[in-house]
Nanobody
């Protein structure tokens, strides 16, 4: 069983920054960040491999968001800069316990955090 706890969400003005954290239990796995806006499906945001050697981003956040991890703290981060109102959503971290390529579909992930709200005002 992998437990994931997100933190760092909040209210920020457009153009601002936030850093989300995801504290994980167990060994390092490939980790993903997803988000779900009201009335929309959950979508991929970014992911990092277990060793942090590989990352992947959705086109909508590439160049603005950075995913990283510190395996000594068993924590994954999502640095979000130049935030836009359309980034408003509940953000979730997730663990993929099948080692291999980074996956971008929610159904590929096995464990999920409770989510943290990010609201960007215009």
């Amino acid at each position: 069983q992998v437990q994931l706890v997100e933190s760092g969400g909040g209210l920020v003005q457009a153009g601002g920054s936030l850093r989300l954290s995801c504290a994980a239990s167990g060994r390092p796995y490939n980790m993903g960040w997803f988000r779900q806006a009201a009335g929309k499906e959950r979508e991929f945001v970014a992911a990092v491999s277990s060793s942090a050697s590989r990352t992947q981003y959705a086109n909508s956040v590439r160049g603005r968001f950075t995913v990283s991890r510190d395996n000594t703290k068993n924590t994954v981060y999502l640095q979000m800069n130049s935030l836009k109102p359309e980034d408003t959503a509940v953000y979730y971290c997730a663990a993929d316990i099948t080692f291999g390529v980074i996956r971008i579909y929610p159904s590929s992930y096995d464990y999920w955090g409770q989510g943290t709200q990010v609201t960007v005002s215009s």
